[in-house]
């Protein structure tokens, strides 16, 4: 008599390829200190201020700038979501990261078929590019409005940050984040002060905090929402975290990457925290200064800067405005430069020399933004930095639902999968980003928004 076999097969784990560890000249290089909570705390403190510099970058200062004098306080609850959104993901990101031991273009070219995979690889890319094209301009802007360099040689200056990156890279990866948090607290200083000066209504801005209708009624205010959702949850920082978390020398057990995943998401939490307050700021500021006084259309950076002093009485400000942005640029450049190597190294396998891929794709991004500084001057470079945050936004959903369907598996995440409510929760955030893209598209095919 022939029995049935009913045992169920495990789910299939991640294929061997002879894969090289992500950040292959970093990967394992800090080490854990043991002991107390607090003292292995202090060994995680890093990963989630480099994440949380993407949250912050002039693509941040244009989306917000723009939406807070169009709108005033209105769009500070899609600030506050998306952060919350980005708290969430990147809590799935570091997870993929230690428990899998992959990044998640590793993980991607592993699981799919090259059909597939392949587009994945281009479309990461190309929110790089997009990511850097915000960069080039915001740094650009920002030794404009410090040093007065025009803004043509400030876009070709920029090229020059990858020996700023590769010395930094070769002093440590520890001296790398150090550099990265203190320009961080730069910037916090700097729109601590702002906000001061500005003297915003607290009753308006918590106001703003509750989400409003009218968002997704009307077209100019959804397309900027998508703007701050895209410059907020950046495609690119879901590969970036999987990779920078494995700097860490993280023990074998279970019990050792538990606690690295919780010790890790409180980092990236906290880091995420203090990017809403910066970017929450920026937004605050825009309503206080300009909104409420009928400056409804500042929307360049440049303008915002000319403005701020004599808006709020202190030239200080202004001079502030201009170091914060000059900050927020270079830090982004090094969070750019580290996702464009963990992107082509993990989806294709194909290792360039550090300086080499990032003159590629610095100078990708620095042809658009030299075109339109050359044709448009300040006049061009909001509009880009917008329209650069909204294909942040549409590339979303290509790295939200496999991060989200790898660590859900409990077979590829080596019996961590992620809690059930994580999952889910996530899964709510895919679908409702997906929805506002196709909003989006919708509008811009019956002619409601023109890029």
């Known amino acids: 008599m022939t029995t049935l076999n009913t045992t169920r097969k ?10 090289n560890p992500s950040l292959s000249e970093v990967n394992a290089s800090v080490p854990i200190s043991g002991g107390a909570v607090l003292k292995r705390f202090f060994s995680f403190f890093g990963p989630g201020y480099l994440v949380a510099v993407g949250y912050m970058d002039p693509g941040n200062w244009a989306t917000s700038l723009a939406g807070g004098s169009a709108f005033g306080y209105t769009l500070l609850s899609v600030v506050l979501i998306s952060n919350i959104m980005a708290i969430l993901l990147q809590a799935l990101s570091l997870r993929l990261g230690i428990a899998a031991g992959r990044d998640l273009a590793q993980a991607c070219r592993e699981a799919f078929a090259p059909w597939i995979a392949y587009p994945m690889w281009v479309l990461a890319e190309a929110a790089i590019v997009a990511t850097d094209l915000a960069e080039v301009i915001g740094t650009a802007i920002g030794l404009n409005l410090v040093f007065g360099i025009p803004l043509e040689i400030g876009v070709v200056l920029t090229a020059l940050d990858v020996f700023l990156i590769l010395w930094l890279q070769g002093r ?27 003297a915003p209504v607290m009753g308006d801005v918590l106001r703003g905090f509750i989400p409003d209708t009218q968002i997704v009624k009307s077209t100019a205010m959804l397309y900027l929402a998508l703007g701050i959702l895209g410059a907020t949850v950046m495609p690119h920082n879901l590969y970036l975290h999987s990779a920078i978390i494995q700097t860490r020398r993280i023990g074998p057990t279970d019990a050792d990457k538990r606690d690295a995943i919780f010790l890790g998401t409180i980092d990236s939490t906290i880091a995420l925290m203090f ?38 009485g202190a030239p200080v400000a202004a001079l502030l405005f201009g170091i914060a942005l000059l900050c927020s640029g270079l830090n982004s450049t090094v969070t750019a430069t580290l996702a464009g190597q963990i992107v082509m190294e993990g989806f294709i396998k194909f290792r360039l020399a550090p300086w080499m891929r990032r003159l590629i794709t610095r100078g990708i991004a620095i042809v658009p933004a030299a075109i339109v500084t050359v044709l448009y001057g300040e006049s061009g470079t909001a509009r880009l930095l917008v329209l650069s945050q909204v294909v942040l936004s549409l590339q979303l959903p290509f790295a939200i639902v496999p991060l989200v369907m790898f660590t859900a598996d409990n077979g590829k995440m080596k019996g961590l999968r992620a809690p059930r409510w994580l999952t889910w929760a996530c899964v709510v955030i895919a679908a409702i980003v997906i929805v506002l893209n196709l909003k989006l598209l919708w509008d811009v095919s019956q002619g409601a928004i023109a890029f």
Do not use: C
């Open 10 to 19: 495990p789910r299939k784990a991640w294929h061997s390829e002879g894969n």
């Open 172 to 198: 440590g990866f520890r001296i790398l984040e150090a550099v990265v948090i203190a320009l961080t607290l730069v910037i916090a200083v700097s729109f601590a002060i702002q906000m001061v000066y500005a």
């Open 275 to 312: 990017a809403l307050f910066i970017n929450a700021s920026i937004l605050i500021l825009a309503a206080a200064v300009f909104h409420t006084t009928g400056q409804t259309e500042v929307a360049e950076i440049q303008d915002a800067h000319r403005l701020i002093g004599p808006a709020v």
